[in-house]
């Protein structure tokens, strides 16, 4: 096992179509890999796939550019590519002369990095060799994402890179961080500085908590940025806000502020709907946070706002919208905002029935997020020692065996956004903790958003099984489930 030809079987998710051929391509002390000329991204995609090439190999080929695709025997990374390879497509052919990575974008080049990447071998050794293949590779959605909860417990920059660069080697390409809740605000607002001062200095169990600057928070976008992910900032409001209301008292209708929360129960704390200064307040975190995010969306969260009556919900989603979009953003939210108004173009993360049929009604398009199949907090099994269990035991095989284009009655595909697996901290304290409860659940959320419809649990379950080995070279501390025969 595990000799190069064997490693295309073990390709998580699995690519659109692979046809292979004999023999392979041998790194060897000449090789080289070429890009074209004058392309920033490209040689930084280049430099990753040498250092990928340098851990197994001992050696990082030099990255060069060139203005044409003739040479032979080298890697060749270009830009010009099929169009029907769209946005984040590649197309990879390896032969016993070299490497060919097309793409239409760097996402795509990317991506046909990261599927190089799992054709090495895992070990170093002298005679390192890619197997002889030729992929084709085209997402199946456009909406491929993870959720972080840092108010919970509060994870910090380099916990936070690390967790992109792990999930970006699945093409995972939104990261969805859950900066605001009862325990915690997570993300310095000048204006309004008593949020991450007060309502950032605890969280779950009564520990210290913490909060990114503002400049952390754009080294975290911009680190995202350069490995094709998307930061997709939540501020949760009107509900899950009791780190706001003890930071000022006059965002809470008793004109009093709460102590702060670092118990776990949901559904008690509210906004003032029906005071000015609250849509100020907001006006002013929707426009910092706008500024610190170059990407389209603004999560206004919505869900469980058991305090707050559903005349006032409704006015509230209506205006937080207003707000969002003022600011040039698209507003998303959890399924319970179907109930209220929607702006054209908010979108719906369902992750319960509720809201669904009026957000479809409202052809809103959805992310799915069903808390039953991939909800990472759950607990895998009753002997999992971290997690909850509200939507059910989540196991390996339940987290990857359903399909998402028929999993919500009468939801067209075209519809679906794409699919994104939560990461809720409250039992959640350490990196070793989110490796535990992520890995391997969300290779499988993975797959389901990038592969085509129609995979099987079989097949997949035995290319995890020859994957395991990779993620404990990576030094991930993945659950090693009994669904799987770990090889
Ligand atoms: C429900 S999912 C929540 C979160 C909790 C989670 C725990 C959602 C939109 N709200 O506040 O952390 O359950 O599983």
Same mark, same amino acid.
């Given at each position: 096992?595990?000799?190069?030809?064997?490693?295309?079987?073990?390709?998580?998710?699995?690519?659109?179509?692979?046809?292979?051929?004999?023999?392979?391509?041998?790194?060897?002390?000449?090789?080289?890999?070429?890009?074209?000329?004058?392309?920033?991204?490209?040689?930084?995609?280049?430099?990753?796939?040498?250092?990928?090439?340098?851990?197994?190999?001992?050696?990082?080929?030099?990255?060069?550019?060139?203005?044409?695709?003739?040479?032979?025997?080298?890697?060749?990374?270009?830009?010009?590519?099929?169009?029907?390879?769209?946005?984040?497509?590649?197309?990879?052919?390896?032969?016993?002369?070299?490497?060919?990575?097309?793409?239409?974008?760097?996402?795509?080049?990317?991506?046909?990095?990261?599927?190089?990447?799992?054709?090495?071998?895992?070990?170093?050794?002298?005679?390192?060799?890619?197997?002889?293949?030729?992929?084709?590779?085209?997402?199946?959605?456009?909406?491929?994402?993870?959720?972080?909860?840092?108010?919970?417990?509060?994870?910090?920059?380099?916990?936070?890179?690390?967790?992109?660069?792990?999930?970006?080697?699945?093409?995972?390409?939104?990261?969805?961080?859950?900066?605001?809740?009862?325990?915690?605000?997570?993300?310095?607002?000048?204006?309004?500085?008593?949020?991450?001062?007060?309502?950032?200095?605890?969280?779950?169990?009564?520990?210290?908590?913490?909060?990114?600057?503002?400049?952390?928070?754009?080294?975290?976008?911009?680190?995202?940025?350069?490995?094709?992910?998307?930061?997709?900032?939540?501020?949760?409001?009107?509900?899950?806000?009791?780190?706001?209301?003890?930071?000022?008292?006059?965002?809470?209708?008793?004109?009093?502020?709460?102590?702060?929360?670092?118990?776990?129960?949901?559904?008690?704390?509210?906004?003032?709907?029906?005071?000015?200064?609250?849509?100020?307040?907001?006006?002013?975190?929707? +426009?910092?946070? @706008?500024?610190?995010?170059?990407? $389209?969306?603004?999560? &206004?969260?919505? %869900?469980?706002?058991?305090? =707050? !009556?559903?005349?006032?919900?409704?006015?509230?989603?209506?205006?937080?919208?207003?707000?969002?979009?003022?600011?040039?953003?698209?507003?998303?939210?959890?399924?319970?905002?179907?109930?209220?108004?929607?702006?054209?173009?908010?979108?719906?993360?369902?992750?319960?029935?509720?809201?669904?049929?009026?957000?479809? +009604?409202?052809? @809103?398009?959805?992310?799915?997020? $069903?808390?039953?199949? &991939?909800?990472? %907090?759950?607990?895998?099994? =009753? !002997?999992?020692?971290?997690?909850?269990?509200?939507?059910?035991?989540?196991?390996?095989?339940?987290?990857?065996?359903?399909?998402?284009?028929?999993?919500?009655?009468?939801?067209?595909?075209?519809?679906?956004?794409?699919?994104?697996?939560?990461?809720?901290?409250?039992?959640?304290?350490?990196?070793?903790?989110?490796?535990?409860?992520?890995?391997?659940?969300?290779?499988?959320?993975?797959?389901?958003?990038?592969?085509?419809?129609?995979? =099987?649990?079989?097949?997949?379950?035995?290319?995890?099984?020859?994957?395991?080995?990779?993620?404990?070279?990576?030094?991930?501390?993945?659950?090693?489930?009994?669904?799987?025969?770990?090889?």
């Amino acid at each position: 096992m595990h000799n190069p030809e064997d490693c295309y079987v073990c390709l998580i998710p699995k690519p659109t179509s692979v046809f292979e051929s004999e023999g392979n391509f041998s790194l060897s002390r000449d090789t080289i890999i070429f890009t074209q000329k004058d392309n920033r991204e490209t040689g930084f995609i280049a430099n990753l796939l040498s250092t990928f090439l340098g851990e197994v190999s001992g050696y990082e080929a030099p990255v060069r550019e060139q203005d044409s695709d003739k040479k032979q025997g080298n890697i060749y990374l270009s830009l010009k590519a099929d169009e029907s390879l769209g946005e984040e497509g590649y197309e990879v052919s390896i032969t016993t002369d070299g490497v060919r990575l097309h793409a239409n974008s760097p996402a795509g080049l990317f991506y046909g990095v990261q599927t190089l990447r799992q054709l090495l071998p895992i070990y170093s050794s002298e005679t390192a060799s890619l197997p002889a293949v030729s992929i084709r590779d085209v997402p199946r959605f456009e909406w491929r994402g993870a959720m972080l909860d840092v108010s919970r417990h509060f994870f910090g920059v380099e916990d936070v890179k690390r967790f992109i660069d792990l999930i970006s080697h699945y093409k995972i390409n939104r990261l969805h961080l859950h900066l605001s809740d009862d325990q915690g605000w997570r993300v310095e607002i000048k204006s309004w500085p008593r949020l991450t001062e007060v309502g950032g200095s605890t969280q779950v169990g009564g520990g210290k908590g913490g909060y990114f600057t503002q400049e952390q928070y754009k080294e975290i976008v911009d680190y995202a940025r350069s490995r094709y992910i998307m930061i997709v900032p939540e501020i949760d409001t009107p509900g899950h806000t009791n780190a706001a209301l003890a930071s000022y008292a006059e965002l809470n209708s008793s004109e009093e502020a709460p102590e702060l929360y670092t118990d776990t129960r949901v559904g008690f704390s509210s906004l003032w709907i029906n005071s000015e200064i609250t849509y100020t307040f907001l006006d002013d975190v929707i +426009r910092e946070v @706008a500024a610190l995010t170059p990407t $389209p969306y603004i999560h &206004i969260g919505g %869900d469980e706002a058991r305090s =707050t !009556s559903e005349e006032d919900y409704k006015y509230f989603i209506k205006r937080i919208q207003e707000i969002v979009a003022a600011h040039g953003k698209t507003a998303i939210g959890w399924s319970e905002i179907g109930e209220a108004e929607l702006l054209p173009g908010t979108i719906a993360q369902i992750w319960i029935p509720a809201g669904f049929e009026n957000a479809k +009604r409202q052809s @809103a398009k959805m992310i799915l997020s $069903p808390a039953n199949k &991939i909800y990472l %907090d759950m607990k895998y099994d =009753t !002997s999992s020692p971290l997690g909850l269990d509200w939507a059910g035991l989540v196991s390996v095989k339940d987290s990857y065996d359903w399909e998402p284009g028929s999993y919500m009655e009468g939801l067209e595909e075209s519809q679906i956004l794409g699919i994104e697996a939560p990461l809720w901290t409250e039992t959640v304290q350490s990196m070793k903790d989110i490796e535990y409860m992520t890995f391997p659940r969300l290779l499988g959320v993975a797959e389901l958003a990038w592969s085509p419809k129609g995979q =099987t649990w079989d097949d997949y379950r035995q290319r995890l099984a020859a994957h395991g080995e990779r993620m404990e070279a990576m030094g991930i501390n993945f659950f090693k489930s009994p669904d799987v025969d770990w090889e």
